[in-house]
């Protein structure tokens, strides 16, 4: 029940504060804005549509985007059918699972944005925690204090990524799969690569809920980074059932997001939108997403002070 | 949180996961007697096969009639293009590879079924018609080079499998384009990409990554991109001859080589009996070398002309410079040029004016550049080389269109959307862990 009351009272106390979702939504389109700028000046004129289409929103042209990305060094190497709709979203998800890096502008985009993020954590732990206004000033303070801990925690939390991405993930898909699916059928050689890309990101989960609340741990304990790291393997080792619980809530609720977002491809005129609705169906799922990820920040603060009485 | 989202998206979005199959106990071979096997009547007139097998694995029993389907659809053209196939029985067996260097078994044809198989992605159709046709490319006719065999096969099942996606889905096109996850196993069709018969039909993006492969190379790797080149070179001449002179010839060949063996020469000598003219210009370049066609417009410059007067008002001089840059010569005729005269006119380049009027001119491609000068009453507005995409084995075709201005924003804006917003998705998917 405290995994489920944090939840909620997380998200709302997330939600009861707007700017620091609008700055988090607005520091994404800054980083990606000079890139889709490039972008935009790289690319050239796509094969005029037949004039059936011609009032129609353009249709992608895969073997358009194909030769463009063959032909680019910049940005527009990176485009490929997997941009497209809802694969938009599970494609990042899969690259992280299988430990596959972007290309190099999304890699650079993708850092420029994690760094930045790293440095707002101080004050956006701090206004969440105290579910309340607590002034520009302030929050600036605590992200100016926290920055260098948070920025350790980090890197911490890259080398962790890193370390998992090559031991165990190349163990269970490697003997632990050929062990599983040997003499198979294609079905249960599928269900156990469904299986053990669950196991390891499930291992990639303990692994960031451990940073979590480390990272609240350094923000409002003001704790070295070690000693955050610590403190919050101990919380999570007391309570691991209500630290997986709300983690696991927020999952699915994600789940939840990204079923929606496919579904809209379903609807009539759904699957090739105009631009206008393109913008705001895309923009609307960040904005839903960012929620969420600072919804869980708050249902973990919410299930810490919960537990500390 | 990941390992939620992607155990919920699972039993959310493929229902067949939760129908876990019994574990065997050995490898599911061919010849295993747990393969399930179907029997179906061809009832169609005219059509030498009479019976199809479909020997399938257990898990993939569930695409029997989608399987069947396009056996069906398969036999019944090809038996109209190119003349009966003999074969009484046609075994549809699941798991066995095409053989590498050996011609098909008479009326065996290999497919690799996948459980999970979206229904509006039509690789399934593809493997069965493609296999079929090898009935009788390699077949019914021996193909002394392995690569026309593949390259005839793959344009074959093109062609079949718009027709099944097209009746199936009310909708022309090919297929639609598929993305994998979790390493190719979880298969996606995505609704908004319409593949078409003559870019991923023929499976074009292999060509592009090799334009310039060794017909000849015995090297398995190099096989995709042989086949595409072969296939591109096929679909060309369908559109330079028309699918009826090209058809004509395509059964010409059958009948000529039934129970023979075809070379390149031969397939190039009947296809010219069938469309009454000589086409070993083509050959010569697309089958015999590795050299590679490459045409631009590599300049439209368009500028009032004070002293000129056009239909009584304001005159334009539009150039236009055309390139080759690829060694390979779309010319139209083997007959040399007589300078300063041009020989063949197999290419066309179009240029469209702000006033809506088009004009179109033809190019024998043999120089390395030409320029056009037009005098006409409104400015260029774009210039085209090969308007109609005849020549598919053109390596870059995004230098065969020039515009006069600056892009329009709307037509590239849709992928500039796409693409930022799934940054900002890898953003926030990465953003997880820190």
């Known amino acids: 029940m405290a995994a489920l009351s944090a939840c909620v009272t997380g998200f709302i106390a997330a939600m009861r504060a707007p700017w620091i979702l609008a700055g988090c939504y607005l520091l994404t389109l800054v980083v990606v804005a000079p890139l889709g700028v490039a972008l935009q000046r790289e690319l050239p004129p796509p094969p005029p549509p037949s004039a059936a289409d011609a009032a129609a929103p353009q249709r992608p042209n895969i073997d358009w985007l194909d030769e463009v990305a063959m032909r680019s060094t910049g940005p527009a190497a990176s485009l490929s059918p997997a941009i497209v709709g809802v694969a938009g979203a599970i494609d990042p998800v899969d690259r992280f699972l299988d430990g596959r890096l972007p290309e190099w502008p999304v890699a650079a985009a993708v850092a420029a944005f994690l760094l930045a993020w790293s440095a707002m954590w101080g004050g956006i732990i701090v206004r969440l925690d105290a579910n309340r206004r607590v002034g520009w000033r302030n929050c600036w303070t605590a992200s100016h204090r926290a920055a260098g801990g948070v920025l350790v925690l980090a890197v911490v939390g890259i080398l962790g990524y890193v370390a998992l991405s090559l031991s165990l993930r190349p163990v269970l898909f490697g003997p632990v799969y050929q062990l599983l699916t040997r003499g198979s059928l294609d079905s249960t050689a599928v269900l156990c690569r469904v299986g053990l890309t669950m196991v390891y990101g499930a291992s990639l989960m303990v692994w960031g809920q451990v940073l979590d609340y480390a990272r609240i741990e350094a923000v409002l304990d003001a704790r070295r980074p070690a000693d955050a790291i610590r403190a919050a393997l101990r919380f999570a080792a007391q309570r691991p059932w209500a630290v997986m619980a709300v983690a696991t809530t927020f999952g699915f609720v994600f789940a939840l997001l990204v079923g929606a977002y496919g579904a809209v491809e379903f609807v009539p005129g759904g699957s090739v939108p105009r631009l206008s609705r393109l913008i705001l169906i895309g923009q609307a799922m960040i904005v839903v997403r960012l929620s969420l990820r600072l919804g869980l920040a708050g249902a973990q603060i919410r299930l810490r002070r919960h537990s500390l009485g | ?434």
């Open chain 2, 1 to 434: 949180m990941v390992a939620t989202a992607i155990g919920v998206l699972g039993v959310l979005a493929w229902p067949g996961l939760r129908a876990q199959e019994p574990r065997p106990d050995k490898p599911a071979q061919p010849s295993d007697d747990r393969l399930v096997e179907r029997r179906q009547p061809l009832d169609m007139e005219g059509i030498g096969t009479r019976s199809l097998v479909l020997r399938l694995q257990p898990d993939h029993v569930q695409y029997a009639d989608r399987i069947a389907d396009a056996a069906r659809e398969s036999v019944a053209l090809y038996t109209e293009w190119f003349g009966p196939n003999p074969t009484p029985e046609l075994a549809i067996v699941d798991g066995l590879a095409q053989p590498a260097s050996a011609p098909p078994a008479r009326g065996v044809v290999p497919i690799q079924a996948r459980w999970l198989q979206p229904e509006r992605s039509m690789t399934l159709e593809a493997q069965v018609a493609r296999g079929i046709a090898r009935q009788w490319w390699g077949g019914l006719v021996a193909v002394e080079d392995r690569f026309l065999a593949d390259g005839l096969a793959e344009y074959a099942q093109s062609r079949v499998v718009e027709r099944i996606f097209d009746r199936r889905f009310q909708r022309l096109g090919y297929s639609l384009g598929q993305v994998e996850w979790m390493d190719r196993a979880i298969p996606w069709a995505i609704r908004a990409v319409l593949l078409e018969r003559s870019t991923g039909g023929i499976d074009r993006a292999s060509f592009r990554q090799r334009p310039a492969v060794d017909l000849r190379a015995a090297d398995e790797t190099l096989r995709p991109a042989q086949t595409a080149k072969a296939a591109a070179a096929v679909t060309t001449l369908e559109r330079y001859l028309g699918w009826p002179a090209l058809q004509r010839g395509l059964q010409l060949a059958c009948r000529r080589f039934s129970g023979a063996t075809m070379t390149v020469n031969d397939f190039a000598a009947t296809l010219g009996d069938a469309a009454d003219r000589d086409l070993s210009w083509f050959f010569d370049q697309a089958f015999a070398t590795s050299e590679v066609y490459d045409y631009s417009i590599d300049e439209l410059l368009t500028t009032r002309a004070p002293d000129e007067f056009c239909s009584g008002g304001d005159c334009f001089v539009t150039t236009v410079v055309l390139g080759r840059h690829g060694n390979a010569e779309f010319t139209g005729t083997s007959q040399p040029p007589t300078p300063p005269f041009e020989s063949g006119r197999a290419l066309a380049v179009q240029v469209d004016f702000e006033n809506g009027q088009s004009a179109v001119s033809h190019w024998d491609g043999r120089a390395v550049s030409k320029t056009l000068v037009y005098h006409a009453p409104a400015p260029a507005k774009e210039a085209r080389i090969d308007p109609a995409e005849v020549l598919l084995l053109d390596v870059n075709r995004l230098n065969n269109r020039r515009l006069a201005a600056r892009v329009p924003v709307r037509q590239v804006a849709p992928w500039t959307v796409r693409w930022v917003t799934w940054v900002q998705q890898s953003m926030l998917t990465y953003g997880l862990l820190f």
